[in-house]
């Protein structure tokens, strides 16, 4: 998909030696100081075209002129991995060390100005919204002759849910899991933030921050 933006993190050094085999770079790496066996981080971001419309950057030369820049965002706004704090607003859990030295790449050579990213051409638009849905409530309704709206809302729900339900899942859970697909289509949802295991794990976490910073 055009507008889409994604990160691989991952240790190269296990990487060469279990898939690759590019041992050509240790000897790189040694120049500044690596040994071996030692883990070699690697970050890399993948970004489509769409995103870096989005983030006003249509040429290559924008693209080159604005590398810090890009590099600052994805680091600091788009994605950063923190440290788990027992505060529960995670804007002001710590950045994790390895995070920091990431976000660090110096880009002193290129300018670095601020971007922002506007993502409305991306959005559906509420004429899109608020005419399809009930076009095809219309549709039902002349279809089984109804001319009442509230009757014929009802008609579409309830035989809504019994199509579903004849492919083995409500129409609350449909329309949930096409929410969810497309939230993440659209970096809109976070879509592990409402799993019951997920908010299990992160008060754990902030839990066993808390007593080891209280050395508990």
């Excluded at 120049?31 to 970004?47: A, K, L």
């Excluded at 579903?164 to 659209?186: D, F, I, P, T």
Aim: aromatic share 10%; proline share 3%; charged share 25%.
């Amino acid at each position: 998909m055009g507008g889409v933006v994604q990160s691989r993190f991952y240790d190269k050094y296990l990487e060469i030696m279990e898939q690759s085999h590019k041992a050509y770079l240790f000897d790189l790496w040694a120049v500044s100081g690596w040994q071996v066996g030692q883990p070699v981080w690697r970050q890399e971001f993948q970004i489509g075209r769409g995103a870096l419309k989005e983030l006003g950057i249509r040429s290559v030369d924008e693209l080159l002129g604005n590398l810090g820049a890009l590099w600052a965002y994805l680091t600091g706004d788009w994605l950063r991995l923190a440290e788990v704090a027992a505060d529960s607003n995670r804007s002001r859990w710590p950045n994790q060390a390895l995070c920091n030295a990431v976000a660090s790449v110096d880009w002193s050579d290129v300018p670095q100005p601020t971007l922002k990213r506007i993502r409305s051409s991306g959005l559906p638009r509420d004429e899109q919204i608020f005419t399809a849905f009930p076009g095809y409530i219309a549709a039902l309704m002349a279809r089984e002759g109804i001319t009442d709206w509230d009757e014929g809302l009802g008609l579409a729900l309830h035989a809504a849910n019994e199509f579903h339900m004849r492919n083995g899942k409500s129409l609350r859970r449909y329309v949930e899991g096409k929410a969810k697909s497309k939230g993440r289509q659209l970096s809109t949802v976070d879509n592990r933030k409402n799993l019951p295991e997920e908010r299990r794990r992160i008060q754990a976490e902030a839990e066993a921050y808390r007593k080891a910073k209280d050395g508990e």
